[in-house]
T-cell receptor, first 111, second 114 residues
C-alpha cells in the first residue's frame, strides 16, 4: 500500500497550459504539504494544509493554487505554466511536528 | 537567505569507510533536526532525527552529532556501503501548533565505491 501517492509521475506540457497534480495519503495524517525540488535538488516548501485549512503559503506565484477536498487529499493546480516551473513536485504528509512522509514526486517539464 | 547550510556538496567514500556530512543552522527557534535520504526517482525518506536536548543519536550505522552552542549538526555513516549511495539532506524545523515546515540544506550527493 502506497502511503503518499501522487499522479502523474511525469508531466510534459507546453508553456501557457494549465495542469493539475493529485496527491492522496492513506496514513490518516492531519497535515499535508507541497514541496518543490529544483534542478539543483534544492527542496523548498510551497504550501501546508492542516485538516483542509491552509496553514503555510510561501512566496509562490498565485498561478499555483492548492486545493484540499478532504484531509487525505491535496491537489496542486498550476495555471499558465512557464519554463521556470519545470521541477519535481513532492507531496508529503505528517502527523507530528518536524518530519514528513514524502510521495514519489511528479516531474514536471514545461517545453 | 539560506537558513540551513550543508557541506560538502558531493562526497566519494570507499566501501567500509566513514561518510561525514555537516550542517549549520541560523534560527535558534529550530527544535527538530531530521536527516533525509533520497534515491534517484524517489521521494526523500526520513533516516534519523535529533532534538537539541541530545548531543548524539545513533541508529545502526547512522549517527547524528549535535552541537547546540555552535548551531551545527552532522551525520556520520559508519561502514559505508554502495547501497548508501544517495543524496542526503539535513533539515530543521520548529514545532508549531499545526503543521510545521522543513527547511532543508542543499543536499550532499554521496557515492560509495565498492
Amino acid at each position: 500500500d502506497t502511503a503518499v501517492s501522487q499522479t502523474p509521475k511525469y508531466l510534459v506540457t507546453q508553456m501557457g497550459n494549465d495542469k493539475s497534480i493529485k496527491c492522496e495519503q492513506n496514513l490518516g495524517h492531519d497535515t499535508m504539504y507541497w514541496y518543490k525540488q529544483d534542478s539543483k535538488k534544492f527542496l523548498k516548501i510551497m504550501f501546508s494544509y492542516n485538516n483542509k485549512e491552509l496553514i503555510i503559503n510561501e512566496t509562490v506565484p498565485n498561478r499555483f493554487s492548492p486545493k484540499s477536498p478532504d484531509k487525505a487529499h491535496l491537489n496542486l493546480h498550476i495555471n499558465s505554466l512557464e519554463l521556470g516551473d519545470s521541477a519535481v513536485y513532492f507531496c508529503a504528509s505528517s502527523s507530528g511536528p518536524g518530519w514528513a512522509f514524502f510521495g514519489q514526486g511528479t516531474r514536471l517539464t514545461v517545453v | 537567505q539560506q537558513q540551513v547550510k550543508q557541506s560538502p556538496q558531493s562526497l566519494i567514500v570507499q566501501k567500509g569507510g566513514i561518510s561525514i556530512i555537516n550542517c549549520a543552522y541560523e534560527n535558534t527557534a529550530f527544535d527538530y533536526f531530521p536527516w533525509y535520504q533520497q534515491f534517484p526517482g524517489k521521494g526523500p525518506a526520513l533516516l534519523i532525527a535529533i532534538r537539541p536536548d541530545v548531543s548524539e543519536k545513533k541508529e545502526g550505522r547512522f549517527t547524528i552529532s549535535f552541537n547546540k552552542s555552535a548551531k551545527q549538526f552532522s551525520l556520520h555513516i559508519m561502514d559505508s556501503q554502495p547501497g548508501d549511495s544517495a543524496t542526503y539532506f539535513c533539515a530543521a524545523s520548529k514545532e508549531e501548533t499545526s503543521g510545521s515546515r522543513l527547511t532543508f540544506g542543499e543536499g550532499t550527493q554521496l557515492t560509495v565505491n565498492p
